[in-house]
């Protein structure tokens, strides 16, 4: 497609519960980044692939956090046993190369935790 | 990658340049400015970079001071649409793993 797409859009899951993010990059992006945003704060950097290889996993919060991306294109971000401080907007951002040039970001997913 | 300093808000008039200011005092001579904006309920949206020279573009202008040490986004006719977070950050270009360092941001205003 034309952009970025995530899904789902919003997402409300239970304490304890288990959820799966989707993001889907631009066709041929190799750079693919997943980002964490709070209500009112900037978007906070979570983990990021070249291609299938997960070269940087230094923002993720907890081991409850874990992202693929297997074969290279779409990748999923899960996060086990969700929490309430788990309750944000989560991003996904792609890049055609892994130099320069602004990332196309996706709309998000947002997480509700109950 | 640098800290930068933006205003936390700032309102400009319909039709009228937007002109959003960035302090990073602290870059280094291989770090890009990079701005990019968030409008409400959407993901960031890339805007332009430089490295030092001014850049233009079909969204925005860039002007980067000769020391490197500020620079400004310029939106020369600014419309409600504009209405959006703004966010000024460097970074190094690295092979693999550049990722953006995002701040506050400042929150622009178009007013009719």
């Known amino acids: 497609g034309a952009g970025v797409s995530q899904s789902p859009r919003y997402k409300v899951a239970k304490r304890g519960q288990d959820v799966a993010l989707r993001c889907d990059p631009i066709?041929?992006?190799?750079?693919l980044f997943w980002y964490q945003q709070a209500l009112g704060q900037g978007p906070e950097f979570l983990t990021y692939?070249?291609?299938?290889?997960?070269?940087?996993k230094s923002g993720l919060p907890s081991d409850r956090f874990f992202a693929e991306r297997p074969e290279g294109s779409v990748s999923t971000l899960k996060i086990q046993r969700t929490q309430q401080e788990d309750s944000a907007v989560y991003l996904c951002?792609?890049?055609?190369?892994?130099?320069?040039?602004?990332?196309?970001f996706g709309s998000g997913t947002r997480l509700t935790v109950v | 990658d640098a800290k930068t300093t933006q205003p936390p808000s700032m309102d400009c008039a319909e039709g009228r340049a937007a002109n959003l200011p960035c302090n990073h005092s602290?870059?280094?001579?291989?770090?890009?400015v990079y701005w990019y904006r968030q409008i409400h309920s959407q993901g960031p949206q890339y805007i332009i970079h430089?490295?030092?020279n001014n850049e233009t573009n079909e969204m925005a202008s860039l002007i980067i001071t000769e020391d490197r040490k500020s620079s400004t986004l310029i939106l020369p006719h600014a419309t409600l649409r504009d209405t959006a977070v703004y966010y000024c950050?460097?970074?190094?270009?690295?092979?693999?793993?550049?990722?953006?360092?995002f701040g506050g941001g400042t929150r622009v205003l178009v007013k009719p």
């Open positions: 951002a792609s890049l055609k190369g892994t130099g320069q040039g602004g990332y196309t």
């Open positions: 066709s041929g992006h190799v750079s």
């Open positions: 692939f070249q291609n299938e290889a997960q070269l940087d």
């Open positions: 602290t870059i280094s001579g291989n770090e890009y």
């Open positions: 430089g490295l030092k």
């Open positions: 950050i460097v970074r190094v270009a690295r092979a693999a793993g550049n990722k953006l360092t």
